[in-house]
């Protein structure tokens, strides 16, 4: 995804429970991994401005500041400046890589592949991602 690119919609759509223990920039931080584990958020993507994120969520823009700090102390995301922020998997990556990994290990194994076909498709949807 390129710095002009749109931000990501899914994160317009966070709504913090204001019945939780956890504080609000904990659970947009929280929301954030968990789009990135599923998939909804993907390395590259751009994020919504403080601003963008704090008028569709309904939260003060400092809430939204500390959970993007945050991430950004995490690895998670990083600021480009006026190009804006943008998912990285940065230090925490091969924590959420690792997990993704051992999904799809669970997966293919229940299936009864085996490790080499399993590795043969990996590599031909690598190529088709950067192919297409």
Do not use: K
């Amino acid at each position: 995804m390129t710095d002009d690119a749109q931000p990501a919609a899914d994160l317009l759509s966070f709504r913090a429970d204001a019945r939780s223990a956890e504080p609000p920039f904990q659970q947009l931080r929280a929301f954030v991994l968990a789009g990135i584990r599923s998939g909804a958020l993907v390395p590259g993507e751009r994020l919504p401005t403080v601003r963008a994120l704090a008028t569709a969520s309904g939260l003060a823009a400092n809430t939204i500041a500390s959970a993007y700090r945050a991430l950004d102390a995490d690895g998670i995301i990083e600021g480009r400046g006026r190009a804006g922020t943008f998912i990285t998997l940065g230090a925490q990556g091969d924590e959420v890589a690792r997990a993704a990994a051992q999904e799809y290990v669970a997966r293919i194994a229940g299936l009864g592949l085996d490790v080499t076909r399993a590795e043969e498709l990996v590599r031909e949807a690598f190529r088709a991602r950067h192919e297409g």
